[in-house]
């Protein structure tokens, strides 16, 4: 009888558990569905600027400076100032092709932005990923081996095309959550954007 009553008891609090275990809140599942809620969001914003602070170390150099970009559809326009090994520079273009200026008379063309600034500054952003992570997102037609979301559906955390990605904090700007401090690195170099300045056009 004692055998029967334990076992009775062990079998309702089976039961019990998982008639409740229905009801737990799935935090996996609820930060999916804001990161769902927050990328569809962003998917009209082709059209901005922002304007900030820059930094970047490799284990030989380093620069830190101002920068300002310009993103409407696929044409885009990057400036650099500050103490840079060529002074200000400019970075403008389309997907297809891309003028680095250096000085009035030092210009340059690429289909590669990014080999583009490094050839000719020695200074390597991943500029067409970038485009992407400067709004919280992944680089569109490429994997991406990590991604963290917090319950606001935002990226704290992503690693794609080699680099890491941290997004340490965001921003409203007319009513959309971007970041504003993002920190980059990859085995090369480590990159900190501060955002001082967001505006998106319609």
Same mark, same amino acid.
């Given at each position: 009888?004692?055998?029967?009553?334990?076992? %009775?008891?062990? %079998?309702?609090?089976? +039961?019990?558990?998982?008639?409740?275990?229905?009801?737990?809140?799935?935090? &996996?599942?609820?930060?999916?569905?804001?990161?769902?809620?927050? /990328?569809?969001? #962003?998917? $009209?914003?082709?059209?901005?600027?922002?304007?900030?602070?820059?930094?970047?170390?490799? $284990?030989?150099?380093?620069?830190?400076?101002?920068?300002?970009? *310009?993103?409407? =559809? &696929?044409?885009?326009?990057?400036? +650099?100032?500050?103490? #840079? *090994? *060529?002074?200000?520079? &400019? @970075?403008?273009?389309?997907? =297809?092709?891309?003028? #680095?200026?250096?000085?009035?008379? $030092?210009?340059?063309? =690429?289909? =590669?932005?990014?080999? %583009?600034? &490094?050839?000719?500054?020695? %200074?390597?952003?991943?500029?067409?990923?970038?485009?992407?992570w400067?709004?919280?997102?992944?680089?569109?037609g490429?994997?991406y081996?990590? @991604?963290?979301?917090?319950?606001?559906?935002?990226?704290?955390?992503?690693?794609?095309?080699?680099?890491?990605?941290?997004f340490?904090?965001?921003?409203?700007?007319?009513?959309?959550? #971007?970041?504003?401090? +993002?920190? @980059?690195?990859?085995?090369?170099?480590?990159?900190?954007?501060? +955002?001082? /300045?967001?505006?998106?056009?319609?």
């Amino acid at each position: 009888m004692r055998w029967t009553v334990v076992v %009775l008891g062990l %079998l309702a609090t089976l +039961i019990s558990a998982c008639s409740t275990n229905p009801n737990k809140p799935n935090t &996996q599942q609820q930060d999916k569905t804001a990161w769902l809620t927050h /990328k569809k969001a #962003l998917a $009209d914003v082709q059209h901005w600027q922002f304007s900030g602070r820059f930094g970047a170390k490799t $284990d030989t150099e380093n620069w830190n400076g101002s920068i300002s970009w *310009s993103q409407h =559809d &696929q044409q885009y326009k990057i400036n +650099i100032s500050g103490p #840079l *090994s *060529s002074g200000s520079i &400019q @970075l403008e273009g389309t997907d =297809d092709i891309s003028l #680095l200026k250096l000085s009035e008379k $030092d210009s340059f063309v =690429d289909t =590669d932005p990014q080999s %583009l600034l &490094q050839t000719h500054t020695g %200074l390597k952003l991943p500029v067409k990923e970038l485009r992407y992570w400067l709004l919280g997102l992944p680089a569109p037609g490429s994997h991406y081996d990590s @991604l963290e979301v917090n319950t606001a559906g935002q990226i704290n955390r992503l690693t794609q095309n080699h680099w890491q990605i941290n997004f340490k904090r965001y921003t409203s700007v007319n009513g959309k959550m #971007l970041p504003n401090k +993002i920190f @980059l690195k990859n085995h090369e170099i480590n990159v900190r954007l501060i +955002i001082q /300045k967001w505006k998106i056009f319609s």
